[in-house]
């Protein structure tokens, strides 16, 4: 490696993040040599696009469509990162402190963007990503994207906080399978007499773990009850204790007390509701979209239910006639502050954002699209029916706090409401305690 | 051997009478010594390269406030006092202790007997000693999730015994207390055949006539035990529980693993400083440089210990 000598003395923490990423950059370096020596004959055209594992199959699909038809003769790799977002997020925070790495193109996580843009890691992209191309997209994704007015990626797919209800079981029990609860309540009456009737062992099942998806149900609850966590107008301030955030925690940590949700429900993740409602043991689950493939998949899947057993609506509210809201999931699409070939990369992400790739994400993998088109497209729409609930839920979708120091405020609700869940701590201690504890951080890193 | 020794340190402490750097001075006056030296400070320099620096810079770090985006400054005792007052820190220690006595103290209690009788001649006695060192193998991180798969409260085998048996009916990963119990028992269940191995080897250095020559006197099984297996070993036993202490003392993948990062220890909290959170890596180094400290303490408590043994 070619690194600056930097004299010790002096040295700032950026500085020896650099010097020591050095090391596990020219590690990752000589990895990538080693894995991709047939290409090593790499023209200046070659960019390095930087993604998760994909299940469908539909990321190699758009690369190789990519490679073969745009007329600039780019050509794209494709680095395969850790399927832990967690992970993948540490190991482009270390090479981004390290000098910026070599990856020109980066998928993200959307509650990314504040952060990398705050530290000035990826590219701002409000030249090129102009208003005629930012009114295509939803609202939802496009505001989670934005720090202090200027976007920093475009959104590539997105994702809602859903509820799933089992029609047959509702019917049996006497409901119409057509009406799922709008409220909370109304939900734990029905879990309870389906539970009761031993149609399910479980009433609901939601992610209450202490991780990220703990933090999206938390909010969904707060929201739902008309509370909020950052003030919308000025996000440096923290207003999560208000009493309907507090309303809002109760009622999460009351479908666990009313025995609508197993105790255990402060361990599940994604994947424990997925088994539990795939299993047939559970009348309700919220859960993100992606659950319709694995329902439909069957034996593939290894579902015991079919796609004629269930429903998806919206999350229910907090009282009759309010709106239950939902959590902005979903991925974007960065460009490296540092990347050498900034039009190539825009090429691509152009591309890869664009209504052609949306629709064979939709239709392949039932990916949902931050596009307004595709929803409006018949040929999308009549194949995959959560696309249809989503463009209804767009004014019911909400972004995660939008903020730089969105990992140490992430940190602390996850703790926060786990332990809120569990009824170690009162939902209004814990809205309290995470009201100076979040104030803190804000106050911490903005001085 | 007893005379050498002593005659040894009789020479030590006459050697350190006329003060350390005449002495340093008299070392390299000797031409073959000087020698000697210059052809370990390669080792000596590269020694202090890679882990002498890096332990000095982190204490340095550990004073300095850090902030992204801003230029760092000197912040003295501050990052200490905030870890101090944590209450994440404290029950990270608290974990941490309670983990490491309870695991340490029933592997050396269940080592013991298992060395004893894996140190007698019987049929397949070295396919015996494989197979009970068959879970030390394992990566701790497959290990950890496969437990908590048989800790989990829809499939999982060890969550249905305790609730058919009435022991804990409570989901057990939901719980931090019935989570650090299961990490126990789960590193007893991992290491107890590590410490087993290591006592079996101070097994085999006691000479077998001693055991002869105090049968001939009459002293039963017990009485031998007591009276010479214990003793003879004890320096072996020490150095295998300061090899455990060390490591249940920096337990991380067990924790974050299996408890999913609902159980914190000292090496968690490191890590959740300094990687996971932007701003809290000052509190991270702190809580780094702690660890190392404390285990250094540990390590030269227990050395100590093994010294004067030795001696006696």
């Not at chain 2, 809580?287 to 250094?296: M, P, Q, R």
Request: with cysteine; net charge neutral; glycine share 10%.
């Amino acid at each position: 490696m070619t690194k600056p000598s930097a004299t010790y003395k002096g040295l700032s923490r950026r500085e020896f993040l650099r010097l020591s990423g050095a090391g596990v950059a020219s590690a990752a370096l000589l990895q990538a040599c080693g894995g991709f020596s047939s290409s090593s004959g790499s023209s200046s055209k070659k960019l390095i696009f930087s993604h998760g594992p994909d299940d469908s199959g539909t990321v190699k699909l758009l690369i190789d469509k990519f490679n073969k038809e745009n007329s600039k003769g780019i050509s794209v790799d494709w680095r395969e990162q850790s399927a832990d977002t967690g992970a993948y997020f540490d190991s482009l925070k270390t090479q981004f402190q390290a000098g910026g790495g070599d990856i020109d193109v980066i998928s993200g996580d959307v509650i990314w963007p504040a952060q990398f843009g705050f530290n000035g890691w990826v590219e701002d992209l409000s030249n090129l990503f102009d208003d005629s191309m930012q009114s295509q997209f939803l609202s939802g994704p496009l505001e989670a994207v934005t720090y202090k007015g200027k976007p920093y990626a475009v959104p590539w797919f997105t994702d809602a906080g859903m509820f799933w209800y089992r029609k047959d079981l509702m019917k049996k029990n006497g409901y119409d399978p057509n009406k799922p609860p709008t409220t909370w309540e109304e939900l734990q009456g029905m879990a309870k007499k389906i539970v009761g009737s031993g149609d399910a062992k479980y009433g609901l099942v939601f992610q209450g773990d202490q991780y990220e998806g703990g933090v999206c149900n938390g909010a969904e609850y707060i929201w739902g009850a008309g509370g909020d966590i950052l003030d919308p107008s000025d996000p440096t301030k923290v207003v999560i204790d208000g009493s309907q955030a507090t309303t809002g925690l109760t009622t999460e940590r009351s479908q666990v007390t009313t025995s609508t949700a197993p105790q255990a429900v402060v361990t599940f993740e994604e994947q424990d509701c997925q088994t539990a409602y795939l299993n047939g043991s559970s009348a309700f689950m919220r859960n993100w979209p992606y659950m319709y493939g694995l329902i439909a998949g069957g034996k593939e899947t290894g579902s015991k239910i079919t796609p004629a057993q269930v429903g998806v609506a919206p999350l229910p509210a907090s009282t009759p006639g309010g709106k239950g809201y939902s959590c902005l999931g979903g991925w974007n699409l960065f460009i490296n502050a540092q990347s050498d070939k900034k039009d190539d990369a825009w090429e691509l992400v152009k591309f890869l954002a664009g209504p052609e790739a949306a629709k064979i994400r939709a239709l392949k993998g039932g990916f949902l699209s931050p596009l307004k088109t595709t929803y409006t497209d018949k040929a999308v729409t009549g194949k995959v029916p959560v696309l249809g609930l989503a463009s209804s839920l767009a004014d019911q979708i909400r972004s995660r706090p939008v903020s730089p120091f969105y990992s140490d405020l992430s940190l602390k609700m996850q703790a926060g409401f786990n332990a809120s869940i569990k009824g170690t701590e009162t939902p209004t201690d814990t809205v309290s305690q995470l009201q100076s504890e979040m104030q803190g951080i804000i106050d911490q890193g903005t001085s | 051997m007893a005379e050498s020794v002593s005659a040894k340190q009789v020479a030590a402490r006459k050697g350190r009478r006329p003060g350390l750097f005449s002495s340093f001075k008299n070392e390299f006056r000797n031409k073959d010594r000087r020698l000697a030296y210059y052809m370990i400070a390669p080792v000596l320099i590269i020694i202090l390269a890679v882990a002498v620096y890096p332990i000095v810079y982190a204490i340095y770090l550990s004073f300095q406030e850090v902030i992204p985006n801003q230029p760092s400054h000197w912040a003295g005792l501050q990052n200490y006092t905030q870890m101090f007052s944590d209450p994440i820190f404290h029950s990270a220690l608290l974990n941490t202790a309670i983990f490491t006595v309870c695991s340490v103290a029933l592997e050396l209690v269940l080592g013991i007997p298992i060395a004893l009788a894996l140190n007698r001649a019987f049929k397949g006695r070295g396919v015996a000693r494989a197979a009970s060192l068959a879970p030390y193998a394992f990566p701790t991180a497959i290990w950890a999730i496969m437990w908590r798969l048989m800790f989990q409260d829809q499939v999982g085998i060890m969550q249905y015994i305790s609730t058919k048996l009435h022991i804990f009916t409570d989901p057990i990963l939901g719980s931090s207390g019935a989570l650090l119990i299961a990490g126990v028992i789960v590193d007893v269940w991992k290491t107890t055949p590590f410490m087993a191995l290591l006592i079996l080897a101070g097994l085999q250095v006691i000479p077998r006539d001693v055991y002869e020559a105090a049968r001939v006197d009459g002293a039963t099984p017990w009485q031998q035990f007591w009276r010479i297996t214990l003793p003879l070993v004890k320096p072996a036993l020490l150095v295998a529980v300061l090899f455990r202490t060390l490591d249940a003392w920096r337990v991380y993948d067990l924790f974050w693993v299996m408890g999913s990062k609902q159980l914190n220890s000292l090496s968690t909290y490191v890590y959740t400083g300094v990687s996971v959170s932007q701003l809290d890596f000052s509190l991270g180094n702190a809580a780094a440089v702690f660890v190392f400290v404390s285990s250094l303490l540990i390590a030269l408590v227990f050395l100590r210990g093994i010294g004067t043994r030795a001696q006696g």
